[in-house]
């Protein structure tokens, strides 16, 4: 039972080391002036300490990650549940778990070879460290998630629902189109929430390959910084103690909470009985 | 009207089409990397410390560290993380704790792995005085791999047919020898699986060791538990960012020991599971 209780324990334990020591920065900055300023100079004196260009590339990333993966993503979970013969199902399923275990690092580094220089010629752009190429390499982190989640969904859909809508003379498409994905709706939900919640946390790949400009984003094809990634690049060289050092970790209590947000609501999405 | 057959062959032709574009890429990377990696490693390059500035040399101090750092973590997750499953499948009830750690679990998993690292400099760094050590970042990596142990050794225990329970009970045995001596051993290669799963995952991970144990340049082997050390993720981010003129071979040859390195890892893992599954009698 203790065992059990220890991961309340470390929850909380997290949320109150990062609330122990993020709070802090709001002695110094006001609450809205750090959510909502415009500049992030953390070692200009005075320090300017506003996340809005940093929150805003997260969700520039995110949304054009989760517009890469979600159709992909549910569309391959479809194909491996419903379609694919057996032999290679177990293919394909496989291939996504080796998708799913390959390090972050080592993606940001392939992307950071192949994809970043195809950016830049194709939009003819100074630097192919942008936003989009962050989003094409998040959605192959995403994906995984939302395939694996999305197929046991449709695979837990009662057999005889489909039963009817062939003994009703429905096509196999009819079929998956007006049956199983609405009865699978809450379970395909959960799964697009929790690749999303794996894009906004993603670090490695996110930090070597958007180009980490703290600047207010002007389009997808500009250099961005995410949250996650100031953290990552910013902590090395941060005082223990100092403003900045405060600042970084109420990112990390900002993190925390969309990411416990995000695996609440997927949670009662996944658990909901019809 | 329009012919439902030949919508059906246009949707599944897009289906079949969203499946490669996944699968495709994830292929090409792996081929890029054994193709430009596999040439680049040899003997001297795994044996050997960095030199000049990182610019030649092996990886050697960087794989040793990566070792420490798994077994550290595991041997603090596994312990727990087992413990844990076996209180929630056999004695927790249904009732509000049951679901609130279960909704902690999960919360657990999907906590992102830098708010990990902050958490593992806030408390093991700084507040118990650690320092940058393989302590802190073994601890760091055993919490942030609990929940995927939890998990595995659950449906571990779970998939053990409740009819043996009750045979055993039955017998006059009591509960935890139950527990030792019937559900554990069957549900040991569910257990491995998992463990090994997060073995990969502990080495591949590179956000929770930046601050806490991570360093940049270190060509020495580590002393103690409270030493730095290099590892292998870490490395790989520093030769291919922050480091220039690092030469192509090298980097490809990091990343392919550390692709090896998970990927053998996964694949231990999914052989476990697959002769398991057809040794089953149940």
Redesign the interface.
């Known amino acids: 039972?203790?065992?059990?209780?220890?991961?309340?324990f470390?929850?909380v334990?997290?949320f109150l080391?990062?609330v122990?020591?993020g709070l802090a920065v709001f002695r110094s900055v006001s609450f809205s002036h750090f959510m909502f300023g415009h500049k992030w100079y953390p070692i200009s004196e005075p320090p300017h300490l506003g996340i809005l260009p940093l929150i805003l590339g997260s969700i520039l990333v995110t949304i054009g990650a989760a517009v890469i993966s979600v159709?992909?993503?549910?569309?391959?979970a479809?194909?491996?549940a419903e379609?694919?013969p057996l032999r290679v199902k177990e293919i394909?399923k496989?291939?996504?778990?080796?998708?799913a275990?390959?390090?972050?690092?080592?993606?940001?580094?392939?992307g950071?070879?192949?994809l970043v220089p195809l950016v830049k010629n194709i939009f003819h752009l100074p630097t192919g460290l942008t936003a989009l190429s962050g989003s094409v390499m998040l959605a192959?982190m995403a994906?995984p998630t939302i395939?694996s989640i999305a197929e046991d969904a449709l695979y837990s859909v009662p057999k005889n629902y489909k039963e009817g809508a062939f003994a009703l003379g429905a096509?196999?498409?009819?079929t998956?189109?007006r049956v199983m994905l609405p009865a699978a709706s809450s379970g395909i939900v959960a799964a697009v929430m929790?690749g999303i919640?794996r894009v906004?946390?993603?670090?490695?790949a996110v930090?070597?390959i958007t180009g980490n400009a703290a600047i207010l984003p002007k389009s997808i094809l500009v250099p961005v910084r995410t949250l996650?990634a100031t953290?990552?690049a910013e902590?090395?060289e941060a005082v223990?103690g100092s403003e900045h050092y405060f600042a970084?970790?109420a990112i990390?209590i900002v993190?925390?909470v969309i990411?416990?947000m995000?695996?609440?609501t997927?949670?009662l999405f996944l658990h909901r009985r019809p | 009207m329009r012919n439902p057959y030949r919508t059906q062959a246009v949707a599944f032709f897009f289906l079949l089409l969203a499946t490669l574009l996944i699968v495709v890429p994830v292929g090409l990377v792996v081929v890029i990397i054994v193709q430009k990696g596999l040439p680049a490693v040899n003997w001297t390059f795994l044996s050997d410390i960095p030199r000049q500035g990182m610019r030649a040399g092996g990886i050697f101090p960087a794989i040793i560290g990566t070792f420490y750092l798994v077994s550290g973590a595991i041997l603090f997750a596994l312990p727990i993380g087992l413990l844990a499953a076996v209180y929630l499948t056999e004695y927790a009830k249904d009732n509000l704790l049951t679901r609130i750690i279960k909704l902690a679990i999960v919360n657990l998993a999907g906590v992102p792995s830098v708010v990990y690292g902050l958490f593992g400099l806030a408390l093991f760094v700084v507040f118990f005085k650690f320092g940058a050590s393989i302590l802190s970042g073994s601890l760091t990596l055993g919490i942030m791999i609990l929940p995927i142990i939890i998990t595995t050794s659950r449906e571990a225990l779970e998939s053990v047919p409740a009819s043996f329970r009750e045979v055993s009970l039955s017998l006059g045995v009591s509960k935890w020898q139950t527990i030792r001596h019937i559900v554990l051993p069957n549900a040991i290669p569910g257990i491995l699986t998992g463990t090994i799963l997060g073995l990969g995952r502990a080495a591949g991970e590179t956000a929770p060791i930046l601050f806490t144990v991570a360093a940049f340049y270190l060509p020495q082997l580590p002393g103690s538990v409270f030493d730095q050390v290099m590892a292998l993720p870490y490395h790989l981010y520093v030769i291919s960012t922050q480091v220039p003129n690092v030469d192509e071979k090298i980097r490809y040859g990091t990343a392919f020991v550390l692709l090896a390195l998970v990927l053998f890892m996964n694949l231990i893992a999914i052989v476990i599971r697959s002769k398991f599954r057809k040794k089953k009698k149940w």
């Open positions: 039972m203790a065992c059990g209780v220890a991961s309340i470390f929850v334990l997290i080391f990062l122990k020591e159709p992909i993503g549910v569309g391959c479809v194909y491996i379609i694919a394909l496989a291939g996504i778990e080796l998708l275990a390959i390090p972050s690092v080592v993606l940001g580094f392939v950071m070879v192949t192959f994906m395939v096509t196999h498409w009819q998956i189109w929790l919640g906004i946390g993603e670090t490695m930090m070597m996650t953290v990552a902590m090395g223990v970084l970790f990390g993190l925390f990411s416990f995000i695996n609440v997927a949670d």
